[in-house]
């Protein structure tokens, strides 16, 4: 159900109806238009969820015959908006961007729209501007899958919250859908949260520096719930320091190989699957039919503060040390080399 996604209508449909949508999407179409060219702005570079999709974004321009201008935003908030202000002026056809900051585009998108730039929100909602297409994978099913594995395999004890970036809107989703299998159990007593932080920039660094500082407190802890697998590296290598790695339960998010390792290894619990290989080929595809006029195949409604905003949302895959080789191996996401080297 997606009834739990705050300020999204969501379209309903089957799982039947999703592989057709996603089928119908990926068809080559000839396009109208010579010369397009998208520009991209990525956060960063350093962990593999944002490397695999600027590599997707690469093969599938190539594949589509169009021109790719990407930025990486290395961390930095300041650098990603003169990044983008850079590909505006290069008067790109369709702006993607994936925002460190969601709240800092708002005259940006602006500026774009009134060059005539498309503008897509990719995987970060742009708050409060005129976008005119938000992709996504489903952010609170993903916090769903997060909190739900985490109470059923640790249904009493101590918990630490990590949440992501507070400016950027998916860490609300992931931190709300997680919360509505972990409240619960809060209320009743049977679980404590011993502390609650976010994560600027989703930077591993502060994860570690986080968790280090609690466990040299109170080192009675039972389950970490964290939103990706870079926030998860940074408190598992505290938790190594602290002698508690394989002892208490964590959560993560992006598959990145590093987790997978350490799922396999028993440091880390569980990971999310978003395929960013498929993230960013809807990406591509809609870039197109945006610039082409044509009509995209949405199943969703996110209201970014300044208007209902279009969306196309995937729906993501729970990973466990027990499905590994279905979910990750089969679909070709990892390598066997990649994970077990």
């Keep these: 159900m997606y009834l739990s996604i705050p300020k999204v209508f969501l379209v309903p449909v089957s799982y039947t109806e999703i592989i057709m949508f996603k089928e119908e999407l990926y068809e080559h179409n000839p396009m109208d238009r010579e010369n397009i060219v998208i520009g991209v702005s990525l956060p960063n570079q350093r962990i593999p969820r944002w490397i695999r999709d600027k590599e997707a974004f690469k093969y599938y321009t190539d594949q589509k015959g169009v021109t790719l201008k990407l930025e990486d935003a290395d961390y930095d908030p300041l650098l990603q908006t003169k990044q983008v202000e850079d590909l505006i002026s290069q008067n790109v056809d369709v702006l993607i961007i994936a925002p460190l900051d969601s709240l800092a585009f708002a005259s940006l998108v602006k500026k774009a729209k009134e060059a005539g730039i498309k503008v897509i929100s990719y995987d970060g909602l742009l708050q409060n501007s005129n976008s005119d297409l938000y992709i996504s994978y489903n952010g609170t099913q993903v916090g769903e899958l997060q909190g739900k594995y985490l109470v059923q395999n640790v249904p009493k004890g101590n918990y630490i919250i990590l949440s992501g970036d507070p400016n950027d809107d998916t860490s ?12 619960p159990l809060v209320a009743t007593g049977s679980i404590k949260i011993v502390s609650s932080v976010s994560i600027p920039n989703w930077n591993p660094v502060e994860s570690y520096n986080v968790i280090k500082t609690i466990l040299s407190k109170n080192n009675n802890i039972n389950a970490i719930l964290s939103p990706t697998d870079a926030i998860s590296g940074g408190a598992i290598k505290a938790l ?16 990145s190989p590093a987790a997978i ?16 290989r498929e993230l960013a080929k809807v990406a591509v595809n ?3 039919k945006l610039v082409n006029g044509e009509s995209l195949d949405t199943n969703a409604i996110i209201n970014n503060g300044f208007k209902d905003v279009p969306a196309i949302i995937l729906p993501p895959t729970l990973v466990t040390r027990y499905n590994i080789p279905e979910t990750i191996i089969n679909t070709g996401f990892l390598s066997p080399n990649d994970i077990y080297s």
Aim: positive net charge; hydrophobic residues 45%; glycine residues 10%.
């Design 172 to 183: 609300k989703l992931y931190k709300d859908g997680s919360m509505l299998y972990i409240i």
């Design 240 to 255: 190594e320091e602290a002698g508690l790695a394989g002892k208490v339960a964590i959560t993560g998010q992006d598959a």
């Design 261 to 276: 390792k350490r799922i396999i290894a028993g440091t880390q619990s569980m990971t999310v699957l978003k395929d960013s």
């Design 286 to 288: 809609a870039s197109i």
